[in-house]
C-alpha cells in the first residue's frame, strides 16, 4: 500500500489512506480528440516530460533546507491497427521515475502530501513503475483493462487537471484521497453515454498496483468498486460538469472503536479487532466561466468536490476543495495560468477520540496559490506555488512552504 498519511510513529494501520483522484470518473479534456483519431489512419502518439521541483519550508516544525526532486514520465498510446490488429483497440502504457529529495519528508507533520508528483511511485527513495493498459471502443463506450494509473485520469480533466506535474501541487487539488482507488489499479474501467448523462462502472484489486504488476496475489485481500455519473451542465454557453460517485470495497480493516486498547502495555495481550469493507460518496463540479473561442485552450473556471466516509474502518470523515484556475487575462502572456484553491481534510472521530490520550489530531486544512509561465509554447513551463497548511498534528500547528517547478516536454 501507498502510506499518504506522515503522522510520526502511531501504532495504528487504519492512517495508511491510498491516495486517488477525485475526478477519475470525470470526463476528460481528449475525450472528443480520442474519438476522432478513431478516424484517423492512426492514433498513436508517444511523449515525454521531465519535472523538476525545488522547494523550501519556510515556517512550521520540520527541516527549512531548500530540497530538489524530479520526475520522468514517459507515455505511449499504439493504436491497434498498427500492430496489425483491430480498430477501436488502444495500447497505453506509463513509465515513471522518480529521484532526489521533497518536501512531504521534512518533518512537518502532514496529514497527506504537498507534492503529488514526487509522492509516487515513492515518497522517500527514487523509485519507478511502469503502468500498462488496453482500451477498446465500442462506438462510444470504452473499456480498460490492465494496471491503470489514475492520476493519469485526473491530469486530464479539463478545469482542474494537471496531476500535480502542472497546475496545483497538493494532493487535496491535484489527486483528492478516495482511500479506495490507489495512484494505480489494477482491474476495469467501463465507461457510457445513457441519456444525455456520462457513465462509468469500475472493479479492480483492493491492493495498490503501485510497484506490482497486479497479478501478484489477486485480489487476496478484496475488491474495490464504483460507479459514477456525470450531468453535463451548460452556462452561458460554457461547458461544465457535476458528478456523483459512489466507492466501496470489502477489505479488511482495523475496528477504529479498538484504537483506546491498543494503547495498553504490551502484557495485556489485546487483539484487535477488524472490520470488513467501507464506502465513499462524492459530489464534484466544474465549471468553465470563460472561454476563448479562437483559443480554446485559454479558458478559467471554478472547480470543488465534497466527499463523505463510513469513518470505521475508513479513517477519515469528510473532506473538501474549492478553487478557481485559468489562463491568466494578459495579452502578453496567453498560455501563462494561475490558480488559488482550499481544502479540508476531517478525520474519522472515532480515530480522533482513540488517539486522543497519545496524540492530538484535528483536521488538516489549506490553500495553494501557483502562477505557470509558459516559456517556450508549452513546452518548457515554470511555475511558482506557495502553500499554508494547517496540519492535522495539533502540536506541529501551520507550515508554509514556497517552491519552483519546471516542467519540460519532449
Do not use: C
Not at 481528449?30 to 519550508?57: G, K, L, M, P
Not at 530540497?67 to 499504439?78: E, S
Not at 527513495?125 to 480498460?144: M, Y
Not at 502572456?333 to 489530531?361: H, K, M, N, Q, T
Request: negative net charge.
Amino acid at each position: 500500500m501507498v502510506d499518504v498519511f506522515n503522522l510520526g510513529k502511531v501504532p495504528i494501520a487504519a492512517i495508511a489512506l491510498l491516495s486517488a483522484p477525485a475526478h477519475a470518473t470525470e470526463p476528460e479534456e481528449n475525450d472528443q480528440v480520442a474519438t476522432q483519431s478513431a478516424n484517423r489512419s492512426s492514433a498513436s502518439d508517444y511523449e515525454a516530460t521531465w519535472t523538476h521541483f525545488i522547494a523550501s519550508q519556510v515556517s512550521g516544525d520540520g527541516s527549512s533546507a531548500i530540497v530538489y526532486g524530479a520526475k520522468l514520465d514517459g507515455y505511449a498510446t499504439v493504436d491497434g491497427r498498427d500492430l496489425g490488429l483491430w480498430d477501436g483497440l488502444t495500447l497505453n502504457a506509463h513509465a515513471e521515475f522518480v529521484y532526489g529529495d521533497n518536501v512531504n519528508n521534512v518533518g512537518a507533520g502532514l496529514l497527506l502530501p504537498v507534492n503529488t508528483a514526487l509522492a509516487f511511485p515513492s515518497s522517500t527513495e527514487a523509485d519507478a513503475d511502469l503502468a500498462v493498459s488496453v482500451a477498446q471502443r465500442f462506438g462510444p463506450a470504452a473499456l480498460t483493462l490492465g494496471k491503470i494509473n489514475m492520476i493519469d485520469r485526473v491530469s486530464r480533466t479539463p478545469v482542474v487537471g494537471g496531476g500535480g506535474r502542472e497546475g496545483f501541487q497538493h494532493i487535496n487539488l491535484a489527486a483528492p484521497p478516495s482511500i479506495f482507488t490507489p495512484p494505480s489499479i489494477f482491474g476495469a474501467l467501463l465507461s457510457f453515454p445513457f441519456q444525455g448523462l456520462g457513465i462509468t462502472l469500475g472493479i479492480w484489486d483492493a491492493q495498490s498496483a503501485v510497484n506490482r504488476t497486479g497479478f501478484e496475489d489477486l485480489f487476496e485481500e478484496g475488491v474495490a468498486g464504483m460507479a459514477s455519473v456525470t450531468l453535463p451542465v451548460t452556462i452561458g454557453g460554457r461547458r461544465g460538469f457535476q458528478s456523483l460517485t459512489v466507492m466501496g470495497n470489502n477489505r479488511r480493516g482495523l475496528d477504529l472503536e479498538d484504537i483506546p486498547d491498543l494503547i495498553l502495555p504490551p502484557e495485556s495481550e489485546f487483539l484487535a479487532g477488524e472490520r470488513r469493507g467501507g464506502w465513499l460518496i462524492r459530489y464534484a463540479f466544474q465549471q468553465f466561466l470563460w472561454q476563448d473561442q479562437a483559443d480554446p485552450s485559454r479558458n478559467g473556471g471554478i472547480f470543488g468536490q465534497l466527499s463523505l466516509w463510513d469513518e470505521n474502518p475508513t479513517p477519515a470523515s469528510w473532506s473538501m476543495n474549492v478553487g478557481v484556475t485559468g489562463s491568466v487575462p494578459f495579452a502578453s502572456r496567453p498560455r501563462d495560468r494561475f490558480g488559488l484553491a482550499y481544502f479540508r481534510v476531517s478525520l474519522s472521530s472515532y480515530l480522533r477520540e482513540g488517539l486522543r490520550p497519545i496524540l492530538a489530531l484535528g483536521p488538516e486544512q489549506g490553500a495553494e496559490a501557483f502562477y505557470t509561465f509558459d516559456i517556450f509554447d508549452r513546452r518548457v513551463r515554470t511555475t511558482v506555488t506557495a502553500q499554508l497548511v494547517d496540519t492535522a498534528r495539533r502540536r506541529a500547528g501551520t507550515a508554509v512552504f514556497l517552491g519552483l517547478r519546471t516542467l519540460m516536454r519532449f
